[in-house]
């Protein structure tokens, strides 16, 4: 009898382990439409576009603020766009410009079928500032664009000026050598990125009055990053959504008066209460939907055994995986909507308790929530403190929800993986979220084909450049980049399909 229970136990551990051992062997593959042979494309010279990017680097088109640049002060994205006419003279005969919002730049190639739809290609001429006190921490200083062991060093090089100078060395490449594109090829350099967006914002409004919709839209957001963190290798990774956007003011009122006898609960103890709650309360995981599930699908058979098993078996590890990826911010991001408390205030002197204290708290939303689900959440959190309340501030930005995740089976995406799959020698594509917001949020009004990927390969640890010290990209990027662009031209606008 016992020895038949045991029998019975073991059968079905054997069969629990043969299931997934069976799922993990079988788990994964490649997404999207097959990848295609890319089109050959005219030789672009890497140094003179490195050169050329030292050049821009320079130019200090610095936004600050919503408004900037501030009337007198557009000097530096006069200078940028004097020195792309004066660069590439072959595209600036090809196409004309349009000035949107005086100092957003929208080139316009015109395709030879106008029964075609358009792409867009995007890049953006401002950069965030250097924080003061830290140039010194540079290895070259933030403006002078110095090449320093095979790297162009300075503010803008990854956020975005490199993507924009191979953009325009694509497009100069291909009209020096008399390609005519079939389709119109529309660029866009917004010049308020950083801020507000505000001039692509008005490009895409443009672009929607006349009644266009674009085949592809390509703007940053993705490249192909080495090593990935769930393979250890290269993945070319395509950005098909954005997260969205809120900022929640949370305010405590209570009797204010002297702190030589302070009570019980005051605003700002009710204030940090609320805010523990809320990271002790997070809002929910979730891997299980494109195109966090598709990442996953696409990259394990580059994963480690346990890692993919675990993923091919989420039904048996679903608490682990999620304990794995909330350890870390940039993975924890990518499965939830998070929850970053970001400004403080209380009273305005020390020996005064404030009668209201306010905190703001920003969250970038999960394509599962929405502004007004992550209201509802965090006014559920807090239900029980005394004082607290909770309602949106828009001050800093505009609420949105995560935008619509763009197809994977379209040529736009078979083009941009297989560009990320040749500029990876051999890494896979995969789609991603993208977890900051960029210029192309606005684009998705004007298509269903959304990219948001630059081909180039960049070192995990240079990431962080992003904003940050020692912003620098390879000059053997430079030239992925520009033979990326020119091949995506090519391929979407050659052979009408
Ligand atoms: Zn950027």
Same mark, same amino acid.
């Given at each position: 009898?016992?020895?038949?229970?045991?029998?019975? /136990?073991?059968?079905?551990?054997?069969?629990?382990?043969?299931?997934?051992?069976?799922?993990?062997?079988?788990?994964?593959?490649?997404?999207?439409?097959?990848?295609?042979?890319?089109?050959?494309?005219?030789?672009? $010279?890497?140094?003179?576009?490195?050169?050329?990017?030292?050049?821009?680097?320079?130019?200090?088109? /610095?936004?600050?603020?919503?408004? @900037?640049?501030?009337?007198?002060?557009?000097?530096?994205?006069?200078?940028?766009?004097?020195?792309?006419?004066?660069?590439?003279?072959?595209?600036?005969?090809?196409?004309?410009?349009?000035?949107?919002?005086?100092?957003?730049?929208?080139?316009?190639?015109?395709?030879?079928?106008?029964?075609?739809?358009?792409?867009?290609?995007?890049?953006?001429? @401002?950069?965030?500032?250097?924080?003061?006190?830290?140039?010194?921490?540079?290895?070259?200083?933030?403006?002078?664009?110095?090449?320093?062991?095979?790297?162009?060093?300075?503010?803008?090089?990854?956020?975005?000026?490199?993507?924009?100078?191979?953009?325009?060395?694509?497009?100069?490449?291909?009209?020096?050598?008399?390609?005519?594109?079939?389709?119109?090829?529309?660029?866009?350099?917004?010049?308020?990125?950083?801020?507000?967006?505000?001039?692509?914002?008005?490009?895409?409004?443009?672009?929607?009055?006349?009644?266009?919709?674009?085949?592809?839209?390509?703007?940053?957001?993705?490249?192909?990053?080495?090593?990935?963190?769930?393979?250890?290798?290269?993945?070319?990774?395509?950005?098909?959504?954005?997260?969205?956007?809120?900022? /929640?003011?949370?305010?405590?009122?209570?009797?204010?008066?002297?702190?030589?006898?302070?009570?019980?609960?005051?605003?700002?103890?009710?204030?940090?209460?609320?805010?523990?709650?809320?990271?002790?309360?997070?809002?929910?995981? $979730?891997?299980?939907?494109?195109?966090?599930?598709?990442?996953?699908?696409?990259?394990?058979?580059?994963?480690?055994?346990?890692?993919?098993?675990?993923?091919?078996?989420?039904?048996?590890?679903?608490?682990?995986?999620?304990?794995?990826?909330?350890?870390?911010?940039?993975?924890?991001?990518?499965?939830?909507?998070?929850?970053?408390?970001?400004?403080?205030?209380?009273?305005?002197?020390?020996?005064?308790?404030?009668?209201?204290?306010?905190?703001?708290?920003?969250?970038?939303?999960?394509?599962?929530?929405?502004?007004?689900?992550?209201?509802?959440?965090?006014?559920?959190?807090?239900? @029980?403190?005394?004082?607290?309340?909770?309602?949106?501030?828009?001050?800093?930005?505009?609420?949105?929800?995560?935008?619509?995740?763009?197809?994977?089976?379209?040529?736009?995406?078979?083009?941009?993986?297989?560009?990320?799959?040749?500029?990876? @020698?051999?890494?896979?594509?995969?789609?991603?979220?993208? /977890?900051?917001?960029?210029?192309?949020?606005?684009?998705?009004?004007?298509?269903?084909?959304?990219?948001?990927?630059?081909?180039?390969?960049?070192?995990?640890?240079?990431?962080?450049?992003?904003?940050?010290?020692?912003?620098?990209?390879?000059?053997?990027?430079?030239?992925?980049?520009?033979?990326?662009?020119?091949?995506?031209?090519?391929?979407?606008?050659?052979?009408?399909?």
């Amino acid at each position: 009898m016992i020895r038949g229970l045991l029998l019975g /136990i073991l059968a079905c551990l054997v069969g629990l382990v043969a299931i997934v051992v069976i799922r993990t062997f079988t788990f994964g593959g490649a997404v999207g439409a097959d990848r295609i042979a890319l089109p050959e494309t005219p030789v672009i $010279d890497t140094d003179m576009a490195a050169g050329r990017l030292s050049d821009v680097l320079q130019i200090r088109t /610095i936004t600050l603020q919503a408004g @900037d640049p501030l009337p007198g002060r557009e000097g530096p994205w006069r200078e940028l766009e004097a020195y792309l006419e004066a660069s590439y003279p072959a595209f600036h005969q090809a196409a004309s410009k349009t000035h949107i919002a005086d100092l957003t730049l929208l080139y316009e190639w015109q395709g030879s079928n106008p029964d075609l739809d358009p792409i867009l290609l995007m890049a953006h001429q @401002d950069v965030v500032p250097v924080n003061i006190g830290t140039e010194d921490d540079w290895t070259a200083p933030p403006f002078a664009g110095r090449i320093v062991d095979g790297h162009v060093y300075g503010r803008g090089t990854l956020d975005n000026k490199a993507s924009l100078i191979a953009i325009m060395e694509a497009a100069e490449a291909l009209a020096s050598t008399g390609y005519q594109p079939e389709r119109t090829v529309f660029i866009m350099l917004g010049h308020d990125e950083e801020v507000s967006g505000s001039g692509a914002r008005a490009g895409v409004a443009y672009l929607k009055d006349r009644g266009l919709r674009m085949e592809m839209v390509l703007d940053e957001g993705f490249v192909v990053v080495d090593p990935f963190p769930l393979t250890g290798t290269p993945v070319g990774m395509i950005g098909v959504s954005e997260k969205g956007y809120v900022t /929640i003011r949370l305010t405590s009122e209570a009797a204010g008066g002297h702190s030589s006898q302070p009570p019980r609960n005051s605003a700002n103890v009710q204030l940090s209460r609320a805010i523990v709650a809320l990271e002790e309360n997070q809002m929910p995981a $979730d891997f299980s939907r494109p195109p966090v599930s598709e990442m996953i699908q696409a990259t394990a058979s580059d994963m480690p055994f346990l890692q993919r098993m675990a993923f091919a078996n989420v039904w048996l590890f679903r608490g682990m995986l999620e304990k794995e990826f909330t350890k870390t911010g940039a993975a924890n991001a990518i499965i939830r909507t998070t929850t970053a408390p970001t400004m403080l205030q209380g009273s305005i002197k020390e020996n005064v308790l404030p009668q209201k204290s306010t905190a703001l708290v920003n969250f970038r939303v999960h394509p599962n929530d929405s502004p007004d689900s992550v209201l509802a959440h965090v006014r559920d959190v807090i239900g @029980d403190l005394e004082g607290v309340s909770a309602d949106f501030d828009e001050t800093g930005g505009i609420s949105s929800s995560a935008s619509p995740v763009s197809p994977t089976d379209n040529r736009a995406y078979q083009v941009l993986a297989s560009v990320a799959t040749e500029t990876g @020698d051999g890494a896979p594509a995969a789609p991603g979220l993208v /977890i900051g917001a960029t210029d192309a949020r606005w684009t998705v009004e004007i298509s269903d084909n959304v990219y948001r990927f630059a081909p180039s390969v960049i070192p995990i640890e240079d990431l962080n450049g992003f904003h940050g010290t020692n912003e620098r990209i390879s000059v053997e990027n430079v030239g992925r980049l520009a033979r990326g662009y020119a091949q995506i031209i090519k391929a979407m606008t050659s052979e009408a399909r």
